[in-house]
């Protein structure tokens, strides 16, 4: 089946640590997204990526960083810089022109 | 700059009341497609309706329907005979048209809905 992969569902890291989160489509979507999510909130866009080896900064990327190496994949990590990690993750996919397709999420807990 | 406001941050509704969900948006671009998202306990984002700014038809889809009016920038969601089911937090979501490549989406804080037996 196409979709969209994000795993783990649940990390947990303790303070200080980097962590990565992993993003795979099997969809041949040119574009990816990752978005974070906190309680009560919307969606706000951290990263986002067009083409392979290209990506962009979203609107809270302080603290993120992103790689584009593959279509499929799409990498993001969580660095020691970023003040308030513990949030809801979802990676996005879409084609050249379309709706933007999500995958499950990962839930990041910062001890 | 592109913003997306839900006022109801929660709603509860008995079972089989209808019940609308409403979202107002601000753009300065005259292209534009708007969106409704369901998100589930599960987190996972459902996709349920994506509208073109230059179509301001109603659009119904079983028990679900959606009014845009432009001229109140608003596209508001409306269940009908609710179920437990429909219970999740919404999300509406506003982006520009896409030239091609990506799109980036605006999405409001959702209005959480809890339908009751």
């Known amino acids: 089946d196409g979709g969209i992969t994000q795993s783990p569902k649940y990390l947990f890291r303790k303070e200080g640590q980097n962590v990565t989160l992993s993003c795979e489509q099997n969809?041949?979507?040119?574009?990816m997204y990752w978005y974070r999510q906190d309680p009560g909130q919307g969606l706000r866009l951290i990263y986002y990526s067009q083409i392979v080896n290209d990506f962009q900064k979203g609107d809270i990327a302080e603290g993120y960083s992103v790689s584009r190496e593959k279509k499929e994949s799409f990498p993001l990590t969580v660095t020691s810089a970023q003040k308030n990690p513990t949030a809801f993750y979802l990676c996005?996919?879409?084609?050249?022109?379309?709706?933007?397709?999500f995958g499950p999420g990962t839930r990041l807990t910062v001890l | 700059a592109q913003k997306v406001t839900q006022a109801q941050t929660e709603i509860s509704v008995v079972e089989k009341e209808d019940v609308t969900l409403d979202c107002v948006y601000e753009t300065r671009d005259t292209t534009y497609y708007l969106f409704w998202y369901k998100q589930p306990p599960s987190g996972e984002l459902v996709f349920l309706i994506r509208r073109n700014s230059f179509d301001e038809q109603n659009e119904i889809s079983g028990r679900y329907s959606w009014n845009f009016q432009k001229s109140t920038s608003s596209f508001n969601f409306t269940i009908t005979a609710s179920q437990v089911v429909d219970s999740a937090v919404y999300f509406c979501?506003?982006?520009?048209?896409?030239?091609?490549?990506?799109?980036?989406?605006?999405f409001g804080k959702g209005t959480k809905l809890t339908v009751n037996p």
């Open positions: 996005a996919s879409s084609p050249w022109t379309g709706r933007q397709y």
């Open positions: 979501a506003l982006s520009e048209s896409p030239q091609g490549g990506s799109e980036k989406l605006v």
């Open positions: 969809l041949n979507h040119d574009a």
